[in-house]
């Protein structure tokens, strides 16, 4: 991420959450004594022991893991190359909370240009956090979760700890090498790879699925609602037993996909994914199209990858554990609930 004049800005915010400390002295550049190997020094002292301190400082074009990582790393060097009593602080666009959950436990301070700091050193605390992120439209942030790149995701995420070679993966999700290669990027910048395998392998599926599931709604899809007068399950059965009869392709999502993968989850609207043919479908399992007071939902997918790794469950069709995960994640409260049973007994059983 290019930001006009980040070292000035950044010595700017670091000044600016110091000056509230009445104990230390003005800070003063030291940074060309250590021949600028560090990005920015500063020197100043506590006027109560006299204890003078060198922040010693990493600036970052980008505040993601990867990075955060490889500046906690540098200033480690230069610490120990220079003596004295120091602490490290990363100056970057904006500090995410894996960021800076890397930062305190490598005890290195950090301050974003969002506003957000946090330093603690000598008796010195200082904790700015919850502002939100002003480069959240970044391009590279955003096409993580096109379409074609949730494919990769999915295939991912359904697989466990699988290895993958670029091209099988490219392969599998219906995509190409170069969309892998994007996604893989990104995920590595992000600190979700594995770095000791060869392959394509996840380290921190969790973490990539809370990401997408911030960044996803099933209001997505266009949704179709209607009424049936048969219950839930007879209503599943039927539209499960008409789409095989007309040759569609069905998946059961929400509560009527959670259901099949978690016994805890109770509903009275049927829910799934319908690539085409709603007409015939409806008028087949005799439902009724309506305004309001709808119990059937039927979403045409914004993208065919909604039906990645979708099985027959008792004899319905029904999404992977992963996408019955995210459409449930869309409904406040109960859907959470119900999301959360699947990624208790299912998706953490597969990792």
Known sequence: MKIKNLEQKGREALLDCLKG???????????????????????????????????????????????????????????????????????????????????????????????????????????????PNPYSQDRELQSIFYPKSERVLRALLNAGPKEWLTEELAKDSGVSLGQV???????????????????????????LLSAWTKNYSFRKNDVLEYYSLLSPPETEALLSRASQELGLRLGLTGFSGGSRYVSTVRYQRVIAY?????????????????????????????????????????GDSVVSPIQAYLDLNSYKGRGEEAAQAILDQVIREIW
Request: proline share 4%; hydrophobic share 35%; with cysteine.
């Open 181 to 207: 290669s994007n996604v893989r990027k990104y995920l590595d910048n992000q600190d979700w790879l594995d770095k000791e395998s060869k392959r394509l392998l996840l380290s921190k599926p969790f973490e």
């Open 274 to 314: 319908l690539e085409d043919g709603f007409e015939s479908l409806a008028n087949s399992a005799d439902l009724k199209s309506v305004t309001s007071g709808a119990n059937v939902m039927l979403l045409r997918p914004y993208d065919s990858g909604v039906f990645y790794q979708s099985r027959v469950i008792g």
């Open 21 to 131: 400390v009445p104990f230390l002295d003005y800070p003063r550049d030291v940074t060309r004594i250590y021949d600028k190997r560090p990005d920015l020094v500063l020197r100043l002292v506590n006027q109560v022991d006299k204890t003078p301190y060198l922040l010693v400082a990493e600036i970052k074009d980008s505040g993601q893991p990867r990075f955060i990582k490889e500046a906690v790393n540098q200033l480690k060097v230069y610490q120990n190359e220079m003596g004295g009593v120091s602490y490290g602080v990363i100056l970057a666009p904006y500090i995410s909370e894996r960021s800076a959950q890397i930062c305190k436990e490598n005890a290195v301070g950090y301050v974003d240009l969002a506003g957000n700091c946090y330093l603690s050193f000598s008796s010195v605390f200082i904790q700015r956090a919850g502002n």
